[in-house]
């Protein structure tokens, strides 16, 4: 069994490349964090490949080169992605498209280059990561939001889509897991956001990665967004 997933050096990915290292030959992209790529390479026995997710050729000559070694995946996870906290007023149009492009089209990018060779074996899993942000929208992270309720939107209409060809679609909506990605917010931000969590506590990247393992693994669960933030309050 092989399983794709992107960025893959980040604190949710590193937990992803972990957890599905202990059931599947594991594949995951990196844009410029060679040192931990090779780190979880090593320890992982795993492969990690360059790729820059927000450029469409970029990801297609990933995609040749990696089919023709793997010929397949039976799993992609589209977790790539970055965050930003700026008034709405002062999202610059360079900024806006940064984020849409990474955090939406990657996925489409990278969906549109392995997809394929699983309509063509007939089965396969889509897992996209997208946040609570894409289902309750947050202030200062508009362009981040739009982002991630577009993937939400993607996820739906794809796995409708997908169906008849036997390939599930699902996304994962982590809540405040506590990685890197949260560093933007101070002392108070981030208490007041565990004030709306009723666990008390914030999640961790394992927590996140064992849910994309659960889904990786079913066998009758589609269109569906799994949050996984303690039972947040929005």
Same mark, same amino acid.
């Given at each position: ?16 490349? =972990? ?8 594949? &995951? ?20 490949? =360059?790729?820059?997710?927000?450029? +469409?050729? @970029? ?13 397949? &995946? ?25 984020? /849409?492009? $990474?955090?939406? @089209?990657?996925?489409? @990018? ?18 996209? %990561?997208?946040?609570?942000?894409? $289902? ?15 993937? %939400? ?13 036997? $390939? ?13 990605? @949260?560093?933007?917010?101070?002392? +108070? ?43 947040? /309050?929005?």
């Amino acid at each position: 069994m092989k399983a794709l997933i992107t960025g893959g050096t980040g604190g949710i990915g590193s937990a992803l490349v =972990r957890a599905f290292s202990q059931y599947y030959d594991v594949v &995951f992209t990196y844009k410029s964090s060679e040192e931990k790529s090779l780190d979880l390479q090593k320890e992982f026995f795993c492969n990690g490949v =360059r790729c820059d997710i927000s450029d +469409e050729k @970029n990801v297609c000559q990933c995609a040749c080169d990696l089919l023709k070694s793997y010929n397949y &995946f039976d799993v992609i996870v589209n977790n790539a992605g970055i965050s930003d906290i700026k008034m709405f007023s002062d999202i610059t149009p360079f900024e806006w498209k940064r984020m /849409i492009d $990474i955090n939406l @089209n990657g996925a489409y @990018n990278v969906t549109s280059a392995f997809l394929p060779p699983m309509i063509s074996r007939k089965c396969g899993n889509i897992i996209n %990561i997208s946040s609570m942000w894409g $289902i309750y929208g947050a202030s200062c992270e508009v362009h981040y939001s739009t982002a991630k309720a577009g993937l %939400i939107g993607f996820t739906k209409a794809l796995a409708k889509e997908l169906a008849p060809s036997g $390939i599930l679609v699902n996304a994962i909506a982590p809540g405040v897991i506590n990685t890197s990605m @949260n560093k933007q917010l101070c002392e +108070e931000e981030m208490n007041e956001l565990k004030d709306k969590i009723p666990l008390g506590f914030l999640g961790n990247g394992d927590d996140v990665a064992n849910t994309a393992l659960f889904l990786s693994q079913a066998k009758y669960i589609t269109g569906q967004v799994i949050s996984v933030d303690g039972g947040f /309050i929005g």
